[in-house]
Nanobody, 121 residues
Framework: QVQLVESGGGTVQAGGSLRLSCAASGNILRINRMDWYRQIPGNQRELVAGITSGGSTNYADSVKGRFTISRDNAKNTVYLQMNGLKPQDTAVYYC???????????????WGQGTQVTVSS
């Protein structure tokens, strides 16, 4: 089985920074795309940033220039460095990863449990 475990959330003042981590473990043959999403209660989950296995990235317009996604393939971990945080960034942040597992070769998308980020004004 595969698990994604997030860490790094918390409360910070506006203008501050946080770094989220998401580590995948289990019968992992290969990790393809990894993403960060966020969700405010009552709203749909929205894509914040994504990164391919080759390192290509994309960002939501609302976070461009402030957030940076990166990954360490040796550690099966994706990071989200968040700078210049704003109160409107307050949400539960989730990571997901498209993973090929073994011994029966199968590709699926897995989700972490979420981590709360709160930005106070």
């Amino acid at each position: 089985q595969v698990q994604l475990v997030e860490s790094g959330g918390g409360t910070v003042q506006a203008g501050g920074s946080l770094r989220l981590s998401c580590a995948a473990s289990g019968n992992i043959l290969r990790i393809n795309r990894m993403d960060w999403y966020r969700q405010i209660p009552g709203n749909q989950r929205e894509l914040v940033a994504g990164i391919t296995s080759g390192g290509s990235t994309n960002y939501a317009d609302s976070v461009k220039g402030r957030f940076t996604i990166s990954r360490d393939n040796a550690k099966n971990t994706v990071y989200l460095q968040m700078n210049g945080l704003k109160p409107q960034d307050t949400a539960v942040y989730y990571c997901d990863a498209t993973i090929t597992t073994y011994p029966r070769i199968h590709m699926s998308t897995y989700w972490g449990q979420g981590t709360q980020v709160t930005v106070s004004s």
